[in-house]
């Protein structure tokens, strides 16, 4: 299934949507939904990193359940390693699976209590049913490869005999084992302390080289993004806003709303900077139940114009890759 074009792209997205019904009561027999995704495209290239960015509730992991087929999707494509994901069942299904893994943010959750190291890590290949040999050196070999090492000390640990950080090396581990061609991580590093998250981030990059893997890579951490990502792409209320590669983005946002996401994080940026102005924005994210008609952002948005309230921006090429929806850049 592996090529080795090093601009093969292997995940591809298009008019992605989730629609959650909304349960209003026993009697309601309403029609309303939550618009958690509500139309987003992109596409990922092996080797590389995107970052979903966006406040709380934009639809970040619920784009990457869709992702990885957790749920389905009410409308759009996926489209991965060349075949439409939303069409394969059984078999072809679980091969596919088999290529992208997830690392959650919450290591208590995901990683079975009553399981020792050597079980948790020894799982993915049974799943699979592989011929590995042995398999406690496969799993001894994993665990040096995430530095958890000697291996031998932490083999027979549960979960909670170890720290927080060597708990996200054992997820790691995981999703590594049966050689992944993408790997989701949902806010994979955000409950860490800042240097076991600065050597997390660095052996996920060296992993990255060593396996030519891709990352689907979500968190609100802004200055996670600029020192691991490629490409970003922003959302708010379920909506991609603006889209790039991360140099471009950061360093001249044109949605305001990553312009306002960007002057709130303390990530160097010299252009705002010289702007000297933070820009803070007023109230909420409105529901995604009823988001606002026209540009959604447009009830939050200090530059907004009559036409933002009525007609809803499409996304636009800016060159260079880069896309954004917003009237201010026609
Ligand atoms: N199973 C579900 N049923 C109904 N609504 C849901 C369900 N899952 C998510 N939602 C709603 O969809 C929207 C998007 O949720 P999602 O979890 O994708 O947000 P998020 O961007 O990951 O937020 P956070 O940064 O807080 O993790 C939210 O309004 C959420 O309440
Ligand atoms: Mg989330």
């Known amino acids: 299934?592996?090529?080795?074009?090093?601009?093969?792209?292997?995940?591809?997205?298009?008019?992605?949507?989730?629609?959650?019904?909304?349960?209003?009561?026993?009697?309601?027999?309403?029609?309303?939904?939550?618009?958690?995704?509500?139309?987003i495209s992109f596409s990922l290239a092996r080797k590389e990193t995107m970052a979903l960015v966006g406040e709380s509730g934009?639809?970040?992991?619920?784009?990457?359940?869709?992702?990885?087929?957790?749920?389905?999707?009410?409308?759009?494509?996926i489209r991965f390693l060349g075949r439409n994901v939303l069409e394969l069942g059984g078999k072809e299904l679980l091969a596919l699976r088999r290529e992208m893994q997830i690392i959650?943010?919450?290591?208590?959750?995901?990683?079975?209590?009553?399981?020792?190291?050597?079980?948790?890590?020894?799982?993915?290949?049974?799943?699979?049913?592989?011929?590995?040999?042995?398999l406690e050196e496969k799993v001894a070999e994993i665990l040096e490869l995430v530095g958890l090492s000697p291996p031998a000390i932490f083999l027979d640990r549960h979960p909670h005999e170890l720290s927080g950080g060597q708990r996200q090396r054992v997820g790691i581990a995981r999703a590594l084992a049966l050689h992944p061609t993408l790997i989701v991580a949902d806010?994979?590093?955000?409950?860490?302390?800042?240097s076991v998250k600065?050597?997390?981030?660095?052996?996920m990059k060296r992993l990255q080289r060593q396996f030519d893997l891709s990352f689907l890579f979500i968190t609100h951490d802004l200055a996670v993004v600029r020192s691991l990502a490629d490409?970003?792409?922003?959302?708010?209320?379920?909506?991609?806003?603006?889209?790039?590669p991360v140099r471009r983005v950061f360093s001249n946002p044109l949605h305001p709303y990553t312009q306002a996401l960007l002057s709130a994080t303390p990530v160097p940026n010299p252009r705002l900077a010289r702007q000297k102005k933070r820009m803070l924005l007023k109230g909420d994210v409105p529901s995604p139940v009823d988001p606002p008609k026209g540009c959604r952002f447009h009830t939050r948005?200090?530059?907004?114009?009559?036409?933002?309230?009525?007609?809803?921006?499409?996304?636009k090429e800016k060159g260079d890759g880069l896309v954004v929806a917003c009237f201010l850049h026609e």
Not at 14 to 26: A, M, T, V, W
């Open 1 to 39: 299934m592996k090529r080795t074009d090093e601009t093969e792209t292997i995940l591809e997205i298009s008019g992605l949507k989730k629609y959650f019904p909304l349960r209003e009561g026993f009697f309601s027999r309403s029609s309303r939904f939550v618009r958690a995704v509500d139309g």
């Open 104 to 134: 959650f943010q919450d290591t208590f959750a995901s990683l079975n209590p009553r399981k020792r190291v050597r079980e948790i890590l020894s799982q993915p290949f049974r799943n699979y049913r592989m011929d590995t040999g042995n």
């Open 301 to 315: 948005c200090p530059f907004v114009m009559s036409r933002c309230r009525e007609e809803e921006p499409e996304l």
């Open 58 to 77: 934009c639809g970040k992991s619920t784009t990457a359940k869709l992702v990885l087929r957790l749920i389905e999707p009410t409308a759009g494509t």
């Open 187 to 194: 806010e994979a590093v955000s409950a860490l302390d800042v």
């Open 231 to 244: 490409q970003v792409a922003v959302m708010y209320l379920g909506l991609i806003v603006e889209r790039g």
């Open 198 to 203: 600065a050597q997390i981030l660095d052996l």
